[in-house]
């Protein structure tokens, strides 16, 4: 039952000065995994914050991805051990809700980061990127740099064949930005322009992103934009457009901010991506955890979301007007990973 | 036969009466049985002494089929050596995943070794200065080792295989994912650096159709196997300690030997791959390929390579490989949903299975 | 009999935990001949023989061959040694054609760059010599050699087994239990095997439990009882029925009551 102890819970204290009311305060975060950069930039920013506020901030991680069981563990660990606050990235959306519904009764603040659960109150707050507007802005902007959007053929580059929030978010939106009725908003696919070529599936990395694009240019090698899910996905698509030749016939956008994602921005592999802020969603919800155990005030949804919106900003080397961005070289200061 | 041995049995002259009528009978001992076999009997046995003939004969309908459906667009040589391509990767991952299921075996870490001698080549050529042939060499005496690994916990230590490399294959993979910080190696950054790395991602182009050298390499991987397998004492013996260990053993072949030269070979061809893996991706993913294993496994099943081992050609891997390629090429051209893909795959998987028993019933 | 023994063996001991498998026994195959081993399920024969075809380690006691004290740690150095033996499971690979099984473990490699270095086997020479031995057998109504093993009939598999032991210069064979697996007519065509291979001037070693046949072929039997010799027969003199009385303790051999 214990598997706090193989978790290799890392526990960082307050520093002396910072709040001392507050240094009797334990938080928890719990994220997907630890090595992928976009939880360790989380990690980094709810470490700083805690240390700030002098908040007694424990970390834990699931193996992989989907490592349901190690989550569940770690949230008993953290009602056991009288935390304030849960910081968390549900690696399921459905099957974590039960056991932070333990932590709230336990009268734990529960804040998921980046995945909201299913239904999203089975938590006291989300902070989350709007993936949906993460892709409406790239939308537009591809909408804009073109100049002729009637004359658009689109490859859209998803993530895998379960559709899960992110990928229908983001790929609707990005759609819907760039003027195609999108019907079904949940449903990837049932659009009827003929401006969309197809779609593929990438899992979110470059081997995945090239057999995608590859594939994709099978069907129509016209392909001028290219909406790719992250930009691991987008340099594989990039490197699928280098091999025969049509790098500079095609736009790809992405969604994402990773580091290497806005070098690729500087480098003119991708022409806009959307940048989210991990950090921001950590140093946010520790905040949160802090006004709570100061006097009981929980955090209140952005308006229009069931969620907190943590915010996204454009990258791109090549502004278009209406559209606030920023450029890569300053995206590569606030970049993750 | 004890009763024959009863205290009533006298004295007997040499031959027993009862035996001699065998004389007037027909005394060949090694007669075929050569009763007219019926059609389908007959095709078990052409495919009982040819397993590698199923996946040829899939292959070819397949690449008919789809060419019916999809037309022209299929059929190009674009296309056709587009597929090629795609399937060069996991074609050279059957091939090192053969050489486990012909002892029956199976390797779950082929891929996750695979990656992680990619991260480690392009850490060390990419960020550190090293030579790329260093470098490189670095990742084959890594890739072997890594296999030799697995194939000491499977001899020395008794672990079954498929524990074994269940096991390995989460230790590789977290080693790749904290040398790599779960972060890719950009594909600029290794055109500065070490292009060297991206040789097998080049190639030529003739009538339409774009060979890279990667799809060469796989195939020239399977002809050296092959060869190994087929012409030398060594691939005889992998067969028979696959086939049957003990009889192996008591014909006097040191099976433990076989076994790690095996899972080190493996681990060799394991770390080609990731060479030509850099080439393929254009970058060094460390997210890439996770269900990498899988798909070799599938590769090497559809190709008629028997699970139970000691049965089929390595050759039978890389037609399992080009089939799944086609299958995915044709079904996505003929506008068929990821979702189907899959499921189309999946049946295919049950198909070789059933007939690799099927073939196999010949000799029971 | 007279003559140096070409295989024997002075007060073998092998103990399992408390069962002892080998009390003392002794062993002696004289050059040319057919010695059948006899005695009841549990009687240390299996372990006899394991012990001198290198299969156990005694824990006390010697083993001679050709006069020279011989101590093998595997079969692989009882076969380096000339000992040959065909076991009940025939240690053949199913899958593997005829001619791959007779070389396992001695295949022949191609003359020249291609030999050394690419270690290529001389396919052609491998089959010409395997063709060769079968024939002399005369089992060469094998037409396809190439032809995988699990394809043959019981007695076949145990012709292409007994060549295999007879092929490589071997100074003794071993057929633990050649016919027990056989039908009649087979059983027949292996008893004459094993006649052929002695006619060549190789001794065999003949474990069975099929009197009929150890009747018909052995020059001598070894009638084995809780773990040693308990007497050796001569078939000529002895009845059937004298054997399995030794072998079961139903009677003792003359001159021999300390047993």
């Known amino acids: 039952m214990h598997k706090a102890a193989l978790m290799g819970a890392s526990v960082i204290f307050a520093s002396a000065f910072g709040g001392a009311a507050l240094a009797d305060v334990g938080a928890c975060l719990i994220t997907k995994t630890d090595t992928n950069p976009f939880f360790v930039k989380m990690k980094e920013g709810a470490s700083a914050k805690a240390a700030e506020m002098g908040i007694a901030l424990s970390t834990y991680a699931g193996k992989i991805d989907g490592d349901v069981e190690t989550q569940i563990a770690a949230v008993e660990s953290c009602i056991a051990a009288g935390a304030k606050g849960i910081l968390i990235t549900p690696s399921d959306s459905r099957a974590l809700a039960p056991v932070v519904g333990k932590a709230r009764e336990a009268n734990i603040l529960v804040i998921a980061l980046d995945t909201p659960f299913e239904p999203a109150d089975a938590a006291d707050a989300t902070f989350a990127t709007d993936n949906f507007m993460a892709g409406e802005m790239i939308g537009k902007w591809a909408a804009a740099k073109m100049g002729d959007p009637a004359g658009a053929k689109i490859a859209l580059l998803d993530l895998n064949p379960s559709e899960v929030s992110v990928d229908y978010l983001r790929d609707q939106g990005f759609l819907q930005g760039f003027g195609i009725d999108i019907k079904d908003p949940k449903d990837i696919g049932d659009e009827d322009d003929p401006r969309v070529v197809g779609h593929d599936v990438t899992n979110g990395n470059e081997e995945g992103g090239r057999t995608a694009m590859e594939n994709l240019l099978q069907k129509d090698s016209g392909v001028n934009l290219v909406y790719t899910i992250n930009e691991p996905a987008a340099a594989g698509a990039y490197e699928a457009l280098k091999a025969v030749g049509l790098e500079h016939q095609a736009l790809i956008v992405s969604v994402d901010g990773g580091c290497p994602g806005v070098q690729n921005v500087a480098d003119g592999v991708i022409g806009a991506t959307a940048m989210q802020f991990p950090l921001l969603m950590a140093s946010n919800g520790i905040e949160a955890i802090a006004a709570y155990a100061a006097d009981g005030t929980k955090p209140v949804n952005s308006e229009g979301l069931d969620f907190v919106n943590t915010g996204v900003t454009l990258v791109t080397d090549a502004p278009v007007e209406g559209l606030p961005s920023i450029s890569s070289e300053e995206a590569l200061h606030q970049c993750w990973g | 036969m004890g009763e024959t041995a009863g205290s009533s049995v006298q004295n007997e002259p040499r031959g027993q009466d009862f035996e001699q009528v065998l004389g007037q009978s027909d005394a060949r001992l090694a007669r075929f049985e050569d009763r007219p076999p019926g059609l389908i009997a007959a095709l078990q046995h052409g495919l009982h002494g040819n397993p590698t003939l199923v996946p040829v004969i899939v292959l070819v309908v397949a690449i008919a089929v789809f060419g019916l459906i999809a037309g022209g667009k299929f059929f190009s040589p674009f296309n056709l050596t587009l597929i090629l391509q795609q399937v060069s990767i996991i074609g050279i991952l059957a091939a090192a995943q053969s050489l486990i299921v012909l002892t029956a075996g199976i390797d779950l870490s082929v891929a996750a070794i695979m990656v992680l001698m990619s991260v480690i080549a392009g850490n060390l050529a990419v960020f550190m200065g090293v030579p790329t042939v260093l470098a490189l060499l670095v990742a084959f005496a890594g890739g072997s080792a890594a296999g030799l690994m697995n194939g000491f916990f499977v001899t020395k230590v008794k672990l079954p295989p498929f524990i074994t490399t269940l096991g390995t294959w989460s230790i590789f993979f977290a080693l790749n994912l904290w040398l790599s910080g779960a972060q890719s190696i950009r594909s600029q950054d290794i055109d500065r650096n070490a292009p060297l790395l991206k040789f097998w991602g080049e190639g030529f182009a003739f009538f339409g159709a774009r060979v890279t050298y990667g799809s060469l390499l796989m195939i020239a991987v399977f002809l050296v196997l092959w060869y190994l397998l087929n012409r030398t004492a060594w691939g005889r013996h992998v067969y028979a300690v696959g086939d049957d260990r003990e009889a192996a053993e008591l014909a006097g072949i040191q099976a433990d030997r076989v076994l790690l030269s095996v899972y080190g070979l493996s681990g060799f061809v394991c770390a080609i791959a990731a060479w030509a893996s850099i080439g393929r991706v254009g970058s060094i993913s460390p997210q890439s390929f996770y269900e990498g294993n899988l798909q070799s496994i599938t590769a090497v099943v559809v190709g008629g390579i028997s699970l139970f081992g000691g049965r089929g050609s390595i050759l039978g891997a890389l037609f399992g490989a080009l089939i799944v390629g086609v299958f995915q090429s044709g079904l996505r051209l003929a506008n068929v949903d990821v979702l189907w893909q899959v499921f189309a795959i999946g049946w295919l998987i049950i198909l070789a299975v059933a007939i690799d028993q099927w073939i196999r019933k010949v000799s029971r | 009999m007279s003559g140096q023994p070409i295989l024997s063996a002075r007060g073998l001991v092998k103990r399992y935990g408390r069962v002892t498998a080998l009390d003392h026994a002794d062993f002696e195959l004289m ?143 071993i057929l633990d239990e050649p016919t027990a697996a056989l039908g009649v007519k087979e059983s027949r065509r292996v008893l004459e095997l094993i006649l052929d291979v002695k006619a060549r001037g190789i001794p065999i070693i003949l474990i069975s439990h099929n009197m009929p046949h150890v009747f018909e072929v052995a020059d001598r039997i070894h009638v084995h009882r809780l773990g040693r010799r308990l007497c050796v027969i001569d078939p000529k003199t002895h009845t059937m029925s004298d054997a399995v009385a030794y072998m079961t303790g139903a009677k003792t051999p003359a001159g021999m009551e300390a047993a």
């Open chain 3, 31 to 173: 050059p040319g001949e057919i010695l059948a081993v006899i005695g009841d399920n549990g009687a240390g024969k299996t372990s006899l023989i394991k012990a001198l075809c290198g299969a156990v380690q005694p824990d006390a006691g010697e083993i001679f061959l050709d006069g020279r004290l011989v101590r093998f740690a595997s079969p692989r150095e009882a076969q380096a040694a000339g000992i040959a033996t065909v076991y009940q499971t025939l240690a053949l690979s199913p899958a593997l054609s005829i001619v791959d099984n007779m070389f396992m473990g001695r295949e022949i490699r191609k003359p020249g760059l291609a030999g050394t270095l690419l270690r290529a086997l001389d396919r052609e020479a491998m089959r010409a010599f395997a063709r060769e031995k079968l024939s002399d057998l005369g089992l060469m109504t094998i037409q396809n050699i190439d032809q995988p093993v699990e394809t043959l009939s019981g007695g076949q598999r145990q012709g292409v087994a007994v060549a295999r032991a007879a092929a490589f210069g071997s100074k003794v064979i």
